[in-house]
């Protein structure tokens, strides 16, 4: 590994969780006494297959197996009882909101702290997998970043840098601080960018900026936390590269494609902020709906 060593053995050599090994229950009791009005927001999109999608991830495919129209027909039936059973088809990457494990991305034959991606294979990643994602239960902080820039969303092209964080926490008035989860508004979905087409991103000294923060979450409403070009590729180079920086370097999750609408119009900055995924057994990522609780 070149660079920021990062976390990597700061856990002990066995380490997958990363900065979840900083969300103590102390840090979870102070969230719960966040809120106030008692209000829940939901901040996962919906899973549709229209959902805009990044390049060459399948669409959702969403049918039924049992529906009215099997009974209508005669063709099904079950002491009286009528059910509706349905299956779901999908990549948990670049089709709706999702929580990347550790093993999403790595760099130099390594995944985070040290273990061998050939432990990544067809059946899974026996190391790092979202499986070890238990459930987050912390204190959530909105930066709202088109309100510090006072426009409605940013430009596609926009760089998003630690002067611009620094801002935006200022407007917040919350310092971010160890294992919280930090989300960005960038106004993505209201500026109506397709997921594989120019977004904005962090750059490499935002990223760092979190890092030394010891956040355990950083989730955006763009497609990628970094920035996109044409096509979906990255627009920074590696070193600043916001996967390798946050993920692979400093085991921070990731959360992308939220929806942070609400959140903002309700004109929250500090909130209790709860995310589960599913328990994929050597998964590298699981679709999500967190909730934010004023």
Known sequence: MTGDPGNWGRWGPDDQRGTLNLLSPERV??????????RVIALGLPVDSRTERLPGRPPIQHFMAIDGADYEAGARTLQGRAVADDALVMSPHGTTTHVDALAHVWADGTLYNGHPQALVHSRGARRCGIEHVDGIVTRG?????????????????????AALLE?????????????????????????????????????????RWLAERDVCLVGSDNAAIGPLVDGGGFHVDREDDAHLVLLWRHGILLVEMLELGALAAAGATAFLFVLAPLRITGGTASPVNPIAVL
């Open 141 to 161: 902080i909105l930066l709202d970043l088109p309100a510090v820039a006072g426009v409605a969303a940013l430009g596609p092209d926009t760089v998003i840098d």
């Open 167 to 207: 801002a935006a926490e200022r407007r917040a008035g919350v310092r971010c601080a160890a294992a919280d989860a930090v989300l960005f508004r960038t106004g993505a979905s209201a500026a109506g960018s397709p997921a594989g087409g120019r977004q904005a991103g962090r750059d490499g000294s935002a990223c």
């Open 29 to 38: 009791l102070a969230a719960c006494a966040l809120p106030r009005s008692g």
